[in-house]
């Protein structure tokens, strides 16, 4: 099993999703910005280095909003979604096809890889939108 970070941003009303890029796997679903923990890392650690890597921000990893388990027919991933702040910087497309901030009336508009749609359903009841 592969531990992955992501970092759930929200902008007043509005969260960050990131388009994945062409030449990965689950090529242009969409996500929230992270990736995996490397060797040696923190989940904080990770999500902080990803942040900056795929986006050129930094980030405060604050609690964890949900925890999920995927099973991928090419990986099995253990995801862990903190709510984070950015702290230095705008986000910008160093890796992704896209970014934006949306709206949870929006989510659905957007297919987003198959690890997050528990998540998705989470932010749908805590945001009291319940169209997906």
Same mark, same amino acid.
């Given at each position: 099993?592969?531990?992955? #970070?992501? $970092? =759930?941003? *929200?902008?007043? &009303? !509005?969260? +960050? ?9 689950? $090529? =242009? =679903? ?15 650690? $990770? +999500? ?6 795929? +986006? @050129?921000?930094?980030?405060?990893? @604050? ?6 388990? %995927? !099973? ?5 991933? %253990? ?10 910087? #705008?986000?910008?497309?160093?890796? %992704?096809?896209?970014?934006? *901030? ?5 989510? %659905? ?5 198959? $690890? &997050? ?5 989470? +932010? ?9």
């Amino acid at each position: 099993m592969v531990e992955v #970070v992501a $970092a =759930l941003i *929200w902008d007043k &009303d !509005k969260f +960050l999703v990131c388009q994945r890029p062409v030449n990965k796997a689950r $090529a =242009l =679903l969409w996500e929230f910005v992270g990736g995996k923990v490397e060797q040696g890392e923190t989940k904080e650690q $990770a +999500l902080i280095r990803e942040c900056k890597e795929e +986006l @050129n921000i930094t980030v405060k990893p @604050n609690d964890v909003f949900m925890e999920v388990v %995927h !099973k991928y027919s090419d990986i099995t991933v %253990h995801l862990t979604l903190f709510n984070a702040e950015i702290i230095e910087g #705008v986000p910008q497309k160093v890796e %992704h096809n896209e970014i934006k *901030w949306i709206r949870s009336a929006e989510m %659905h508009n957007y297919t987003f890889c198959p $690890a &997050d749609e528990q998540i998705i359903r989470k +932010l749908l009841i805590n945001t009291g939108d319940k169209k997906i």
